[in-house]
T-cell receptor, first 111, second 115 residues
Framework: LAKTTQPISMDSYEGQEVNITCSHN???????ITWYQQFPSQGPRFIIQ???TKVTNEVASLFIPADRKSSTLSLPRVSLSDTAVYYC????????????FGAGTRLTVKP | DAGVIQSPRHEVTEMGQEVTLRCKPI?????LFWYRQTMMRGLELLIY????????DSGMPEDRFSAKMPNASFSTLKIQPSEPRDSAVYFC?????????????FGEGSRLTVL
């Protein structure tokens, strides 16, 4: 079971780029890295998923170094509405243990 | 396109009463997850179904909790008898087949308050 470690909280200001790093030293060869976002009073929402190098979508970028022992979620030019909790998960769906969420990173974007 | 549908959205009950939470997964999804979220314990995985079969219920707190999935479009989580410490937001999530990575799609949650 690949355990993840993230900062408990981060603060940023509108318009800045935010990078949240997740450590997963015990990641397995065929594990994927998935990030979710959760707003208050809502269920988590899938943001991005990757296996290696860099993945980009309309919401964020995910950077994964060659050793895959960590990953960085990058949110460009954040706004107040990006204030949320961000979770990093590592694993495979058919191993239900991998669908367990950690404490996440509480991002607060200030004006 | 309807997402995961949970009901009720809010429930307030008294200790000792039976509580039933319901979930309709996204059509075509074959995996279903029940989570519980509290400030103290965060988001906990309670039970996971695959093709309507419970795969792992090790996260279910105790015998007062039970979950069923009688068909691919419906699941229930039952608490009997309920206790104040069961107060939490309960989320249901589903996931499509064919992907090892399994993106989860969450419902809006059922907020339970046990007095």
């Amino acid at each position: 079971l690949a355990k993840t470690t993230q900062p408990i909280s981060m603060d940023s200001y509108e318009g800045q780029e935010v990078n949240i790093t997740c450590s997963h030293n015990n990641i397995a060869t065929n594990d994927y890295i998935t990030w979710y976002q959760q707003f208050p009073s809502q269920g988590p929402r899938f943001i991005i998923q990757g296996y290696k190098t860099k993945v980009t979508n309309e919401v964020a970028s995910l950077f994964i170094p060659a050793d895959r022992k960590s990953s960085t979620l990058s949110l460009p030019r954040v706004s107040l509405s990006d204030t949320a909790v961000y979770y990093c998960l590592v694993g495979k769906r058919y191993n239900n243990n991998d669908m367990r969420f950690g404490a996440g990173t509480r991002l607060t974007v200030k004006p | 396109d309807a997402g995961v549908i949970q009901s009720p959205r809010h429930e307030v009950t008294e200790m000792g009463q039976e509580v039933t939470l319901r979930c309709k997964p996204i059509s075509g999804h074959n995996s279903l997850f029940w989570y519980r979220q509290t400030m103290m314990r965060g988001l906990e995985l309670l039970i996971y179904f695959n093709n309507n079969v419970p795969i792992d219920d090790s996260g279910m707190p105790e015998d007062r909790f039970s979950a069923k999935m009688p068909n691919a479009s419906f699941s229930t989580l039952k608490i009997q008898p309920s206790e104040p410490r069961d107060s939490a937001v309960y989320f249901c999530a589903s996931s499509p087949p064919g992907l090892d990575t399994g993106e989860l799609f969450f419902g809006e949650g059922s907020r339970l308050t046990v007095l």
